[in-house]
């Protein structure tokens, strides 16, 4: 699929020398690639343009529609070095499922996913070695798209830019796999069904940034959204789905809460589900409310809470605050169920583990 794209080589590509030095402690988001992918969508000419280009900053009208308008969605994805070289994405169709599934809520013009799983063969032809080898090392993708079109009107817009950038990447959180403190927030909420809960568009990321304040205010990592009619129904972590872990060893439970028309459909939640079922554990989606969650903890009956998605594969959680009070959740400390589902995926997704559901895609 990568010929459906041009290609234009960067003249400037990063040296090996540096390029290695970033690779060997890439952070998150800090670094790019030599290249980006991009395609254009008028109303008259659908997708079209599409090709690889050198990373570059994007000239924008100060009437440009996203930005005022928001028009604008993004997906995560990541590309793992296996053991004998070769580069793999995880899941990559499910990304481009969901990226069209917001690009009709934001009224957007949807790309194919023949180009969407293009543009990444595409890139990592040109830029495959910027792909980090090691534990908790990948590229990470942000494919997104914004309206293009210049003027006021407060309307869809009728032409559209895609473009996918890669960045090397590290841990997601830089301490490493250590149990985080999540705060309850009772004065905002995330989305409400009906809302753009289950889109990935900007404006959810915007609106979620004052809560994440308040949470670093009260001395917690992370913030935990609360249902938008009763504040008392747990939804996500931050931008992570949860789970939550009753009782232990092979007779343990696993719980995430339903997609209730407000929660993102994640990738991460959808394949642990299956995973975790694998391995022979109860699985169910469901819900739980903030003193359930509190009283369970405390009796020992709910064991582990971690939360998953694609930057941070999965988190435990092990202190949760709020207004009335505090817990702890196993003593605070990573429970074994958490960590075996967080080697199994990693094993999954680096090739170490043998893929039997389909879901490594190899990149070219």
């Not at 232990?248 to 394949?271: C, E, H, I, K, Y």
Request: net charge negative; glycine share 10%.
């Amino acid at each position: 699929m990568s010929e459906l794209f041009e290609v234009e080589h960067s003249n400037r590509p990063m040296s090996d020398d540096v390029r290695n030095a970033i690779l060997a402690e890439p952070g998150f988001g800090r670094y790019f690639t030599d290249h980006m992918a991009s395609v254009k969508w008028t109303a008259d000419l659908g997708w079209h343009d599409a090709k690889v280009e050198p990373y570059a900053p994007i000239a924008i009208d100060p009437a440009t529609n996203f930005v005022h308008y928001g028009q604008a969605i993004f997906e995560g994805l990541k590309v793992y070095r296996h053991e004998d070289g070769t580069l793999a994405t995880f899941r990559p169709e499910r990304n481009a499922e969901r990226f069209r599934s917001s690009a009709r809520r934001l009224a957007m013009a949807e790309l194919p996913d023949e180009l969407f799983l293009g543009s990444i063969d595409a890139l990592l032809a040109l830029d495959g070695a910027w792909v980090p080898s090691g534990e908790d090392r990948s590229l990470y993708l942000r494919p997104f798209m914004f309206s293009t079109e210049v003027g006021l009107g407060v309307r869809p817009a009728s032409e559209y830019r895609y473009l996918l950038i890669a960045s090397p990447a590290g841990p997601y959180f830089p301490q490493g796999v250590k149990p985080v403190s999540v705060w309850l927030c009772e004065d905002y909420v995330r989305a409400a069904p009906g809302g753009t809960g289950e889109a990935k568009c900007a404006g959810n990321y915007a609106a979620s940034l004052v809560a994440q304040a308040e949470a670093i205010d009260h001395g917690c990592d992370q913030v935990v959204w609360l249902d938008a009619n009763e504040h008392r129904w747990v939804e996500e972590m931050g931008g992570m789905n949860l789970f939550f872990v009753f009782g232990s060893g092979a007779d343990a439970r696993l719980m995430t809460p339903s997609l209730s028309g407000s929660l993102l459909p994640g990738v991460t939640r959808d394949s642990l589900l299956q995973l975790a079922a694998d391995l022979g554990y109860c699985v169910e989606e469901g819900s739980i409310n903030v003193d359930d969650w509190r009283k369970a903890s405390e009796s020992g009956e709910l064991s582990e809470v971690f939360a998953c998605g694609t930057a941070a594969v999965i988190t435990p959680v092990g202190t949760v605050k709020g207004r009335q009070g505090h817990w702890t959740i196993g003593g605070g400390e990573p429970g074994p169920i958490t960590m075996q589902l967080r080697e199994h995926l990693l094993g999954l997704q680096t090739g170490v583990i043998a893929d039997q559901h389909g879901w490594v895609r190899p990149v070219g």
